[in-house]
């Protein structure tokens, strides 16, 4: 029964997202992603349970699962209230930022590098783009079905099973595979700029150039990367006026 | 669809190239689109762009224009777009802590709780639909004449989207952990890089 329960909590976690605010960030999600197993655990009592989880409540979507296996086994296990708000409260942190250093800072631009690649060495959109939503879904999937088990398997207990794991150096790894996808993506491209003659050696400095103004800014040179990007295009079409 | 994925401008895009019946244009415009997306991390609070309602605007922008003036067109277009699509997701985000406080004083029910969650997901989808819609015939009307003037062929305007990018990707390698712990894995694969760009 728990593990039924928890399978269908999951599939509504795709959407736990949908409600995100500022007060609760997904804590209005996780409680709507909770009823069903809610109802079956309390029957009639599950309005009380319910609006027990519409409180402040964080995480990475995908390992999301990690909380919601050990919340539906302490529901079923009849573990006192405050001790899951505790619970909750103790995982929101590090599952969001786990997640985050995991899957948006590392698997997610290694895999869109991988497709960029691919499509800069002249492989065809159509297997690109399907190469990609494949490869990011296995892992996506993967990564909110182990989750679950470890939730399910571990309950409050689940920092220690992360602790094993370790996500964090895991993450790391994965940012070293993605530094060598953007070196071969950056060497397609200067390769592509040395046929170009003169032309392509001002072009490979001034990307050099704008690459270590990335590296040095880094999120602070965007802005100006991208007021640049517009004013360049406006003084081009302009020029084609003359 | 965005925890699959789908909404990414390298994949949005070239749906909705396909859909306009110009999938090669739809990929090449939600490409150069994603290349100035990669950087972004969605944690926390901070304001994301809108990348795919500006990609889907951007490629319907992009397929009635004259190439190759549309590309650079429709991708600071959709870049715009993007990021003034972000406001849009903070307003619904405080719009949606407010319906959520007031469920709390009425009293919470599964009922009241499904009903906020589902009329924020449409409301969601209703935002990005305004947003792609109009930036779609906002673009392909403001733009027409302007992307007649781009002076430039395909290779040298992919070379100035690409030179802009190149700061996103130094970004990026900070992400990846910077110059110091990745310098060798990187400049190896600038080596391989090279040689298989001059091997294609």
């Keep these: ?242 | 669809m965005g925890q699959f994925m789908v909404s990414r401008p390298i994949i949005s895009g070239a749906l909705t190239g396909w859909l306009l019946g110009q999938p090669l244009m739809g990929f090449t415009v939600g490409a150069f689109i994603e290349l100035f997306s990669l950087v972004a991390l969605p944690s926390g609070g901070t304001r994301l762009a809108a990348s795919a309602s500006g990609t889907v605007a951007a490629v319907a922008t992009a397929a009635a224009l004259p190439v190759p003036g549309a590309y650079p067109v429709a991708v600071v277009w959709g870049l715009v777009l993007a990021h003034a699509g972000g406001y849009g997701v903070e307003v619904l985000r405080r719009w949606n802590a407010r319906r959520w406080a007031a469920v709390e004083e009425q009293g919470i029910t599964a009922h009241r709780v499904t009903v906020t969650h589902w009329r924020a997901i449409a409301l969601d989808g209703l935002r990005a639909a305004v947003v792609a819609g109009g930036g779609a015939l906002i673009g392909r009307f403001a733009f027409r004449g302007v992307a007649d003037l781009w002076p430039l062929d395909e290779a040298a305007t992919f070379s100035v989207l690409l030179l802009f990018a190149a700061v996103d990707m130094g970004v990026l390698l900070k992400n990846f952990g910077g110059w110091h712990r990745r310098r060798v894995v990187f400049l190896f694969g600038i080596v391989v890089g090279v040689s298989i760009g001059m091997l294609v």
């Design chain 1, 1 to 242: 029964m728990l593990a039924g329960l928890a399978r269908g909590a999951l599939v509504r976690s795709l959407l736990i997202q949908g409600s995100w605010n500022f007060r609760l960030l997904i804590g209005g999600g996780f409680a709507w992603m909770m009823i069903p197993a809610l109802r079956r655990i309390h029957g009639e009592d599950a309005e009380a349970a319910i609006a027990r989880h519409v409180e402040p409540f964080n995480s990475h979507p995908y390992l999301v699962g990690i909380a919601v296996g050990a919340v539906i086994r302490m529901e079923e296990e009849g573990v006192d209230p405050e001790t899951i708000r505790r619970f909750k409260a103790a995982v929101r942190g590090p599952l969001g930022s786990l997640g985050d250093r995991l899957v948006w800072a590392a698997i997610r631009p290694t895999l869109l590098l991988l497709a960029l690649l691919a499509w800069a060495v002249g492989g065809p959109p159509l297997w690109v783009s399907i190469g990609f939503l494949v490869a990011y879904n296995a892992v996506h999937l993967g990564l909110r079905w182990w989750g679950l088990q470890v939730g399910l398997s571990e309950g409050p207990r689940v920092a220690r099973r992360l602790q094993e794991v370790d996500l964090a150096r895991r993450a790391g790894r994965i940012g070293g595979h993605g530094a060598m996808a953007l070196g071969v993506f950056c060497g397609v491209l200067v390769a592509g700029s040395l046929g170009m003659g003169l032309w392509g050696w001002v072009w490979t400095a001034a990307a050099a150039g704008g690459f270590g103004f990335g590296l040095i800014r880094g999120s602070l040179s965007i802005r100006s990367a991208r007021l640049a990007l517009v004013g360049a295009v406006v003084i081009i079409t302009i020029s084609g006026l003359v």
